[in-house]
């Protein structure tokens, strides 16, 4: 199994550079393929910023990659529910932040506006610190 960097992912995702799209589209075709959650957090941030994706087209490129056969992510049912709670409206980051923190009782922020969000979309309570 081999793990990809962000610029792996991004070059498949979006194939705006020839010869290393190419690249990236043998190394997901060689085998195993193991996704760190960091390396999809910064995925997302790297295509709604440098590359002006909305949620929806995000949301569709991640779930592409992730839904390949010899794809394996980190923590997968995090991964699951952060995206959806993307979907539902929050950032990525903070969706994967709560997905990432179930075990425990509450999510605590100073970022009241990601409690009013994240009341919407989430069980997990989220409280302002």
Do not use: C
Not at 10 to 18: F, M, P
Not at 43 to 64: C, K, P
């Amino acid at each position: 199994m081999v793990a990809v960097d962000t610029n792996v992912l991004i070059r498949l995702l979006v194939a705006d550079h020839a010869a290393q799209a190419t690249r990236a589209a043998a190394v997901f075709r060689s085998g195993p393929v193991f996704i760190a959650k960091s390396v999809l957090l910064e995925a997302e941030w790297v295509l709604r910023y440098s590359y002006q994706l909305g949620v929806e087209a995000i949301l569709r490129s991640l779930r592409a990659v992730l839904g390949l056969e010899n794809v394996a992510v980190e923590d997968p049912k995090a991964i699951a529910a952060a995206l959806r709670l993307f979907e539902r409206g929050l950032d990525f980051a903070d969706a994967l932040h709560i997905a990432s923190s179930a075990q425990a009782e509450r999510f605590v922020t100073l970022d009241a506006r990601l409690v009013k969000r994240a009341k919407r979309a989430s069980t997990l309570e989220v409280a302002v610190a």
